[in-house]
């Protein structure tokens, strides 16, 4: 097995970490505090090419592997989860459904201008009475011959306030359970498109995370993703790869923890010597290391799977759930190991903290993941790769 990265890899990796050395740490406690929107950090993603990574450069976007994507994440979300997020979905859940799915005119009108970041995605999925479970769409989409009747709400939406695009699931045939489910891009300036108050939340407080409701929207034929009745299955290989993204994030969040914790276990001193040499701690910094490096794999290893055509899906759940639930415990060990400053804002790991539960809820709970893993072990779909190609368990 071959671990390294190569050199392209090896420079997204850096530029991201000098991006969010620079250009985001200096003010992210203060968008914190105050919830205010990234806009100029999220333009100057856009500008570096972290917005749509993955899509073809005949789209405008970079043209990279996932493990790239992975890679910038997981440094940009050692330090600002709420810009990793509005990156994560922008890449992981619109663009690459979008050039997955999307017919070539949906792809010029709406991907390239998506990939470059001049106009920022939303993925529209959940509502009030379905969050894990996609199948019970509330919203609806009326075939009126020429055009479809949208209505409906969708809650907690990540981009809400900031999107031109909506990539919103309906129903458009209740009859027909999940098979009736489709998928339409809708713009966010379109009669009847409104948009709620900006959630107060735990952690990731900058992003801007909405309700958005659809009333008497007229949706064009041509803005419907694939085939009719497609849009359960286009929500479900999206949010797949989209776990990727999430599992980096949640990598990333725990790294950025632990490099937080060994620099202050270095300098900080109690009973004649630095706190790193007590065994106490030691052993703390010891474990969050050996859980952050399991994570690495899964993540990696799930990023390499996506790369090569293979099949993803439970290794994409284990590196969400693995790497989620790493997060929150060492983020909890971190805030330890600063002890009393490790409860004040400045010293960043109680934001790091807060910022690490939502890596276990979206884009699939921690219980959905066990649902995925379970399902597709006892149908022998567990897929470990072995030189290159692959083998089921």
């Not at 105050?34 to 899509?55: D, I, K």
């Not at 996932?66 to 990156?87: F, G």
């Not at 909506?166 to 379109?190: C, Y």
Request: glycine fraction near 10%; include cysteine.
């Amino acid at each position: 097995m071959f671990f390294a990265l190569n050199e392209e890899q090896l420079a997204v990796q850096e530029a991201a970490r000098e991006f969010a050395q620079k250009e985001l740490k200096p003010g992210v406690i203060e968008r914190d505090s105050t919830m205010a929107y990234p806009t100029e950090q999220v333009r100057m993603m856009g500008e570096l090419g972290f917005m749509g990574m993955m899509v073809s450069p005949e789209y405008g976007g970079g043209g990279m592997d996932t493990l790239s994507y992975v890679l910038a994440m997981e440094e940009i979300s050692k330090i600002d989860n709420s810009c990793s997020v509005i990156m994560s979905v922008n890449n992981s859940l619109v663009c690459w459904g979008l050039e997955t799915y999307g017919t070539e005119a949906q792809k010029t009108k709406y991907l390239t201008k998506l990939a470059t970041g001049e106009w920022i995605g939303a993925f529209c999925l959940s509502e009030p009475e379905a969050g894990s479970d996609a199948t019970s769409q509330r919203t609806t989409a009326v075939d009126m011959g020429d055009h479809y009747l949208l209505n409906g709400t969708k809650n907690w939406i990540t981009n809400g306030g900031s999107s031109k695009v909506h990539l919103v699931v309906a129903q458009t045939d209740a009859d027909l359970g999940h098979k009736g489910i489709n998928v339409f891009i809708v713009e966010s300036d379109w009669e009847g498109v409104s948009v709620g108050a900006k959630e107060d939340k735990l952690g990731i407080r900058s992003s801007d995370t909405h309700t958005i409701m659809y009333s008497d929207v007229k949706v064009p034929k041509e803005n419907r993703i694939g085939e009719n009745g497609f849009g359960f299955k286009f929500a479900m290989k999206t949010l797949t790869g989209g776990r990727i993204g999430i599992a980096a994030q949640a990598l990333g969040i725990a790294g950025g923890a632990y490099e937080l914790s060994v620099a202050y276990a270095k300098e900080r001193e109690a009973f004649g010597k630095p706190i790193a040499r007590h065994q106490a701690i030691a052993f703390k910094l010891a474990d969050m290391f050996k859980d952050i490096e399991a994570a690495k794999m899964l993540v990696y290893r799930s990023a390499w799977l996506k790369d090569q055509g293979m099949d993803y899906s439970s290794a994409s759940s284990m590196a969400k759930l693995f790497a989620s639930e790493a997060a929150m415990k060492h983020t909890v060990e971190a805030v330890q190991v600063h002890g009393g400053y490790g409860f004040v804002k400045e010293y960043h790991v109680e934001r790091l903290m807060r910022d690490a539960k939502i890596t276990q809820i979206y884009e699939g709970t921690s219980e959905v993941q066990r649902i995925v893993m379970s399902r597709n072990l006892l149908k022998g779909q567990l897929y470990i790769p072995v030189t290159g190609s692959g083998v089921h368990v």
